[in-house]
Structures are given as structure tokens and as C-alpha cells.
């Protein structure tokens, strides 16, 4: 028997990338695998942008809607983006050709709440999804899939597609079967129940997905490894920053408002972040939980060495080193990890029951504490919102971090007026930059303000905003959130003007 | 017996509204009953507003910190912001002397989700709750209260507060006990569990408010009615908005992703909320319900003739003939009706589980359907986001509705960027006026904004937002979001500058 595809019906339908990708046609809805770089099909985009480019150099037109669960790797969105293959893309990305041709305005991109995908495809709201393209670690002899790296909406692209490709990815380690929680629990309004869930470590769902070996029309075998890096260590702004967090949960405890167990922990990627779980480790934590969206290295080695006691997911977004950790101590790991599909991962109900501590990034904030988590100069989008909205609204703290400035000093992260809002005012109760730390909790716009320039503003830009602020007082048509109309944009006009947000001197 | 104070030692605790307010000293933190002009303290606060305002005159300082449900009224904002007597308000409110003090810059006000407020309050992060002041039906025999015509925030207040003033107001209705269901399950987190509320009707709680005896320091008796006026007829923009979003409502039977049963309604209060409501009736949709904050006479009437089946909300707002109304056929109502605490009925979990049709008004949309709700001209506000965030971010649908035009076409209410955003473009999937409907469902950006300019400006309007687009398509710097920094705000200065939005001819 065939290892990783045990299932005799879907062995036939083997074929090559190429043969598969022919199966996609232009106008398509294409909803493929893949978050935060794990997870997603190897081979079929490939060979789909191949078909593609051909189709382009002959003078026809070959573009489809391609739907994912968040961002992927050059080998999915970068090749798509290349081949200009692509007319709307949602719900999330981070693939620098991809950016590109959506901010030259190439090509259409939805930003969404990733706890909101799945559920807007089943009401319909995207329309018909023709193709669903999924990698997956092995097929059952009953036909069940044993997840990959991410589990994303991988749960909704089976149910709702017409067609089903599989890439059968053997690189990807066998061992993680039996660390996935598929719940099927879900049911279309007025017929939902609550989601079962208490403490990160509930299982409440199956560790397979179910797929209609009918709609299966080919079966891809790959041997390619997720393409993530290992992170460089935290810079000195991130250990500045995760040091005042620190400090303010130390605070926190001291109030009485958390224990020393904190709340089940939601992360974002990068430097800050790891320097984040750094922090923690060092700090002494022991037994903490995460209910998060990734877990990268930095989480593995907490799980390790007992700061995280369990940690529940969608991705596993490990570099090879890290897999190699996994691979070798999965019996360990495997009882404290369960990845879950983003409807779950990200679900307000079960977010807003546990209290999570939410812990994002941002571009900018402005002095009323709105956050910009997406748009460079208001329009042009840097990745996407991602679960950071899910988290931030319902999470029992909603906390935003940032070096104060960017680009050797030419961009303030704090500025008079967020030039998109993502998180409103209504949600933002902390932000963090290298500087220290604004606790916004049962703070007015005008306290916001003068905090918000006191802890977080960069030395270099803290006397223009509090300038502007005090001119605003005087100035302002209302006085509850004062602004200059005429003005509060200009720091962004000035930077797309010159470069730099500072006034020529 | 007492015919409303039925327990022995709260009977004894009778004392007139002076000297009750006596027991409120300045800087302290005060909550207060009252959601949308119902169920306020309609005695205390003015008797307070006289000591402050004798406090005042003395040369002394005399200011508190004032925490409701929602909304009240003038004889609660309005008299404590006539004496100057806060400091700070929230979460919402909607009195102008209130608001004009909170614009002039007099005082600080928190404009909050209100499913965030109870829970707020028991994490710690508003401090510690001096005096409860509520307004009651009644109290039993064994202490409990019978909930007036709004239940808010109260469980909350009679819970975190050190000492709780009671109004036992005899012109509420007694015929009101019964129709209240208080949830007693909530916790903190991690000790939190799923709200079992499946279906509207669903009665998880008590019919009565819990208090400590103990923490009763003052029983006020009263005789005044909440000062609630009917509704005037809807106008012809109304009637239009509501058309539109009948017809929206139809197609979206027509292709299944609806029943003729709708999904529950939430629905914001005023003139084009109305308008929605009778339109309903007269589409001869009938068994709907409804999860909503307030009852007013339009539901009233359509739970009478059976359109809604249904409805919970956390206030009966209702006219004096609403009150008659309800009191005459009370038997029938109260089979009909529930009344929760904000914080299920405003809660996310519920609201997404249920899948409500979140129908709110707006102040201004931009044209890639950021919405503002609260402020005008970007630095004024107008009452709050109250419980639209609960509902936009969580429900079905989120729809936003407003007239195109205000202050005789000097305003639009579709501008190249929202002077505030309180609804980002991730959460707002249906724009209304009175020209026409904005599907924006499976639309990027540039795609939402054709769409709300060309079905959603007013013709007054529409050449310069054209124009404004086009000029952005040409010359952002990023065509993602496409904005041209320097004027996307310049319609707002001018209306500041010129009371116009619309350049001098």
C-alpha cells in the first residue's frame, strides 16, 4: 500500500501538477491551503502560473479569484502575482510581487477578519467556489485527510468546492497526525450552537477533515518543505518593547486583574513577538496557555521548557529547524498542540469566553489610540488586518506594538491622525512602543492624547505632536477628539512628498 | 404592606431624593440605571444637581464620575451637566446640554461598545464603583427588585457598587414583573461558559434583580414617567432607505441565502428605523424576531400584529400611549417580550450565533465604506457608537443607513474619507440612502467605491466624489485604497469653515 495515500479511489486519480492545474480554468473561484506560510499546495500554483504565462503569450486571458486561509509563499501567491493570474485575491497576504500589483492597482484584494471567511463563504457571499486545491499529509483508507502544517479554512474549501485537487505532501512529518481538531459542529444561522470550548486545551472536533472522494479529481504527491526562515534574534527596539509589556502585566498581577498564569495568549508574528515569548521565559512564567493563530519557534521552545503548558492554533509555521525539533519530540508536543480551523482559532464567542491577552502589530496609531494595521500613507496596504480584529475586540486586553519610528526615524508610528483606521478607538486599551507604554483603560480622547505622546511618541517627533495637539484644543471645530482638518493628514504628505515625515529643516 | 416595598428593612431606608444625594460626595464614581431614555433615576440626580450647583456657588468643587447603561435623560444628563457636576461620562449619551459641554471641551467622555462596559467594570479597569443609583418597579419581600424599563448595566452596578440608592418608581408599570431575564452565569476569565441563548426567546436568568441589603444605604420613592415622546411619520427619505432595504432584504430571500422568517432583527431607534419596521409589516413578513436594545412603539405595534413573533431587547423605551398600550394587553406582551442585561443582549457571541441583521444608522460613510457614527467634522461628538460595534462586527448582515444629504444638501453623508471611523471597512457590508443601495459583499476597495458613489451619493454630490476617485485612481500613492492626502479631508474643513461641504460657486 501506497504510504501517505491509503484511500484505493483517490491513488487512481495521481497525476501530475500540470495535468491538474488543467483543470483550472480562467474565471475561476479557487480556494487553496495555506496560512502564514504553511501548509499551502507546493506544486499545482506552479504549474497553474505556467499555464497561465502560456495562455497570456498566446493573447488570452487567464485570471481567477484565488481564496486562501491567510498569507502563503512565493510559490503560491508570488508565482500567481508574476504570472498576473490572479483578479481577486482574499483574505490575507504578505508576498512582496503580490503587494506590488495590488498597490499598482492591478489587481483586486479583500482584507477580512479571518474569523470571517469561512462563515461569509458558506452564507455565499463570494460566490461559488469552483476548485478547491489542499495540501494534506496523508489520505485514510476511508478517504479522511490527515491535515498539513495549517489547518486555515481548509475544512470549508473541501465542504464548499465543486472540484478537490490534493497535494499529498510526504516531506511534511507523518508524526503530526493526531494534532488537529476539525469541528464540524458549525451550522448556518438560526441552527448554531455554542462552540464547546473552555480552555485552550478542549478538543471538541475530530483530528481529520472529511472530503467527498467524488469531488476529488486528482491527487498531486510533493515533497517540498514549508519555506519559512528561522528568525533573527529581537533587535533592541523589540526587547525594549516586550520589556514594557512585561512590566506591565508584572503590574497587572500585582492589581490583581491577572494571575501569574496571565490569560490564554494570542501572539502575531515577528521580532516583537518573539521577543515577546522571550520575555515571558525569562520572566519566570510557567504554565502560561496560547489560543493563537501561529505557532513559530519561539513558541515551540516555551512549550519546551514549560512557559506554555499548551497552545492551541491553525498554523504551524516552523523553519526546518524547528520541524526537526517537532519531529524529534512529537510525543511531547503532541500533547500539548492542537491546531483547529480559523473559524475556530479565531472565533469572537470562544476568544471573548477565554479573555485572551491579544498582542498585535501595527503600522501607526494616532493620538486617540485608532490603529493602522494595514495601509502605508492610508493607501497602500502592507498585509492585511489577519485575525488581529477577532482578537483585539474581543480579547480581555487588546494590546498594539511598534518601534515609535521607522526608516531611520523618517516615519512616526505615532501621528496625529491614523491615515486608515482598522482598530477604532473602542478597541485599542494599550499601545507599546520602544519608548514605554500607554494604558488607554477608562481614558477619554484628550487623556489618550497627552499619554499617548508622553510614552509612546518618538523624542524626535514628540514636540511636533504636541503642538499639534495643543493647537487643536484651541483650534478644533469640536473639542472632544481635537483635530486641524487642514493638517492632519500632512504628516503623510509630507512623507509621500519627500520620504520623510519631518519638515524640511 | 408596602404596595412596592415589600421588604421590611428597605422600607425603613425610605428617605427623600436630597437626602439620598447627600450620600454622593465629590470625585466619586456613580452608575446609574438608564438605556435610551428608559429606566432612569428620575429623583436622585436632580436633587443632586442642586447640592452641586449650592456647592458650586460656595466655591467649592464638586464633580463625579457618571457611568450608565446608555442614553438617559434630560433629568439625568442634562441637570448634572447644567450644574457642571462631571467630570467624566460614559458610555453613551445623547442629551444635548450634555453634548455641548462634552464638545466645548468641559468634560471627558468614554465612548464605549456597550457589551463592553459590564465586563470592563468587573476586570477593574473603570475603578472602583462608589454608588449605584437605580431605578426599580419594586422590591420583594426577600429583597430581590423588580427591573424597571431598562435593565442595562444594572445587575452590574447593584453588584460592583459600595452602596446602592434605590428609586422605586410607581408609575412604571407593575405588570412589567416577570418580563426580565438577568443572567447570573457570567464569570471572569478562564472561568467563563457559554451563554446558552439559541433563539431569541430563550430565558436564561431571573426575572429580579439580586442586591445586598447590606449595600442599600437610601430607598427614594417616585412618580414620574420616562420622558419618551412618539414618533413623528416617517419622512420621505426614510420611506425611500426603508424601500431599498425591503427590496435588498427580498432579493436576498429570492436567492436563498434568507428565509421569509429573516434572521433576528437589530435595530437602531429613530425615524428611518421606523420606516424599516413598517415596511416590514406592510410586506406581510410575519413570526420575524427580533434581538435587539430597545422596544419602541414601532415594535410595539408589529409584535401586536404578529409581523414580529418575537423580541429581546435591554429597554422598553415606549411613549406615554405605548405604556397604555403595553399595560392593556399586557398578557399578550409579556409572552412576546424579554428585557436582558447589555451584555447578553448586546453580547458577540449571541449576536453572531443568532446571525442578527444589524440595521444602524450612520453620520457619514466614505467611499470604501469606512463608516463614522459618532462624530461630526471628525472632532464633535454626536451621542456615541452605543451597541452598533457589537452588532456590525458580529452579525449576518451590517447595514448602515443615513439620508444623503443633510442640513439642506450642505452636507453629504458619502465623503472621499471619513472624518472618523468607528465601522472600518471590514465590518460594514450594506450602505443605504435614499438614492440607493451599496452591496458591498465580495468587493475590494475600488470596487465598494464605485458602487457607493454610483447607488449611494446624493446627484449633488456624485461629479465631485467622481472626481475626487478618478483623480486618486491617477495620482495616489498607493492604489490599493486610493486617496489624494491633501483633499480627502478638504469637504470637511470647508463645512467646518463655511457651514457648506460644497465649494463657493
Known amino acids: ?12 486519480k495521481r497525476m501530475s501538477a500540470g495535468e491538474a492545474a488543467a483543470l483550472i480554468r480562467p474565471g475561476m473561484t479557487v480556494a487553496m491551503s495555506g496560512f502564514t506560510g504553511a501548509g499551502y499546495p507546493k506544486a499545482v500554483p506552479e504549474a497553474l502560473a505556467a499555464q497561465m504565462e502560456a495562455a497570456h503569450a498566446a493573447g488570452e486571458d487567464f485570471k481567477i479569484k484565488v481564496l ?29 510581487a503580490l503587494r506590488k500589483r495590488i498597490n499598482d492597482g492591478e489587481l483586486d484584494y479583500m482584507d477580512i477578519h479571518l474569523s470571517h471567511v469561512a462563515q461569509h463563504t458558506w452564507f455565499g457571499f463570494y460566490g461559488d467556489v469552483d476548485v478547491a486545491v489542499v495540501e494534506v499529509v496523508g489520505i485514510l483508507e476511508d478517504g479522511r485527510l490527515i491535515p498539513s502544517s495549517s489547518v486555515g479554512n481548509n475544512k470549508t474549501w473541501l465542504d464548499m468546492a465543486g472540484k478537490v485537487i490534493l497535494e499529498v505532501n510526504s516531506r511534511q512529518p507523518a508524526a503530526m497526525e493526531g494534532m488537529h481538531d476539525v469541528y464540524y459542529g458549525t451550522a448556518l444561522p438560526p441552527n448554531r450552537k455554542p462552540v464547546p470550548i473552555l480552555t485552550p486545551s478542549d478538543r471538541i472536533g475530530e483530528p481529520y477533515l472529511r472530503v467527498d472522494p467524488e469531488k476529488v479529481v486528482a491527487v498531486i504527491e510533493t515533497d517540498a518543505p514549508d519555506r519559512l526562515s528561522g528568525f533573527s534574534a529581537p533587535d533592541e527596539a523589540s526587547k525594549a518593547i516586550a520589556g514594557h509589556l512585561l512590566e506591565f502585566l508584572d503590574h497587572e498581577i500585582r492589581r490583581g486583574r491577572l494571575t501569574d498564569r496571565l490569560l490564554p495568549l494570542q501572539s502575531g508574528v515577528g521580532n516583537i513577538a518573539n521577543a515577546v515569548l522571550a520575555g515571558l521565559a525569562e520572566g519566570g512564567y510557567k504554565g502560561l496557555t496560547a489560543y493563537t493563530e501561529v505557532i513559530q519557534d519561539g513558541m515551540l521552545h516555551l512549550i519546551k521548557d514549560g512557559t506554555i503548558g499548551f497552545a492551541s492554533a491553525t498554523s504551524f509555521s516552523l523553519s526546518e529547524a524547528g520541524v526537526e525539533e517537532f519531529t524529534e519530540n512529537v510525543d511531547y508536543y503532541r500533547e500539548r498542540i492542537l ?12 476568544v471573548r469566553r477565554l479573555g485572551c491577552i491579544a498582542l498585535n502589530g501595527m503600522i501607526e496609531a494616532d493620538i486617540y489610540g485608532n490603529v493602522n494595521s494595514t495601509h502605508v500613507a ?9 485575525g488581529s480584529g477577532d482578537f483585539a475586540r474581543n480579547g480581555f486586553l487588546s494590546v498594539f506594538m511598534s518601534p515609535s519610528v521607522a526608516k531611520g526615524g523618517r516615519i512616526s508610528a505615532i501621528v ?38 508622553a510614552n509612546c511618541a518618538h523624542p524626535s517627533y514628540r514636540p511636533a505632536l504636541t503642538d499639534y495637539f495643543d493647537r487643536a484644543l484651541r483650534d478644533s471645530y469640536g473639542k472632544h477628539t481635537p483635530h486641524l482638518l487642514g493638517e492632519a493628514l500632512s504628516w503623510h504628505e509630507r512623507f509621500v512628498q519627500t520620504g520623510d515625515m519631518r519638515p524640511a529643516s
Not at 491546531?339 to 470562544?350: D, M
Not at 492610508?378 to 489577519?386: D, E, F, L, P, Q
Not at 478607538?425 to 488607554?440: F, S
Open 1 to 12: 500500500m501506497h504510504e501517505r495515500i491509503r484511500h484505493e479511489g483517490m491513488l487512481q
Open 378 to 386: 492610508g493607501t497602500s496596504v502592507m498585509n492585511g488586518i489577519g
Open 339 to 350: 491546531l483547529r480551523t480559523q473559524e475556530i482559532s479565531n472565533h469572537p464567542e470562544v
Open 416 to 453: 496625529p491622525m491614523a491615515s486608515h483606521v482598522d482598530h477604532t478607538e473602542h478597541d485599542t486599551m494599550v499601545l507599546v512602543t520602544e519608548q514605554g507604554i500607554a494604558d488607554l483603560r477608562g481614558l477619554a480622547p484628550k487623556q489618550r492624547a497627552r499619554t499617548i505622546i
Open 68 to 96: 486562501t486561509g491567510a498569507s502563503t509563499a512565493p510559490e503560491l501567491d508570488g508565482v500567481l502575482a508574476r504570472a498576473d493570474g490572479m483578479e481577486l485575491r482574499l483574505p490575507y497576504m504578505s508576498d512582496p
